[in-house]
């Protein structure tokens, strides 16, 4: 897997409309392989796809269970992009943190991350 670029410090998010502050700063950019890049596009376009058919299914007034049966297969989709994202995540950025000295911080933001998935 490619590890991420240099990492940047973070940049300042722009100012709000209403004068408030920024809500978080940016995150650096993330390289990834062309591979990768593909393969995340292709499985978004797959449950875009998916969400869509669920959408007809409404509009056709479709059985309740068959609607159910498809959220479903939409939520392990997107179950399993997270997964994928997560686990680039934790071999490219963590790892990269810990070795630039900032694993600590990595760490927690990735564990918040995961306890998200927990709910």
């Given at each position: 897997?490619?590890?991420?670029?240099?990492?940047?410090?973070a940049r300042a998010a722009p100012p709000r409309?209403?004068?408030?502050p920024p809500l978080r700063p940016r995150h650096p950019r993330v390289a990834r392989d062309a591979a990768q890049t593909t393969a995340l596009a292709k499985r978004l376009r797959r449950i875009?796809?998916?969400i869509r058919g669920i959408?007809?299914?409404?509009?056709?007034?479709?059985?309740?269970?068959?609607i159910?049966?498809?959220?479903?297969?939409?939520?392990?989709?997107?179950?399993?992009?997270a997964r994928n994202l997560l686990e680039h995540h934790l071999h490219g950025?963590?790892?990269?943190?810990?070795?630039?000295?900032?694993?600590?911080h990595a760490i927690d933001e990735a564990l918040a991350v995961?306890?998200?998935?927990g709910r």
């Open positions: 897997m490619a590890l991420p670029r240099k990492p940047s410090p409309r209403d004068g408030a875009e796809g998916q959408g007809r299914m409404i509009d056709d007034d479709r059985y309740c269970v068959d159910l049966t498809q959220v479903s297969a939409v939520q392990s989709a997107l179950d399993a992009l950025c963590v790892a990269h943190a810990i070795a630039s000295g900032d694993g600590a995961i306890r998200k998935f």
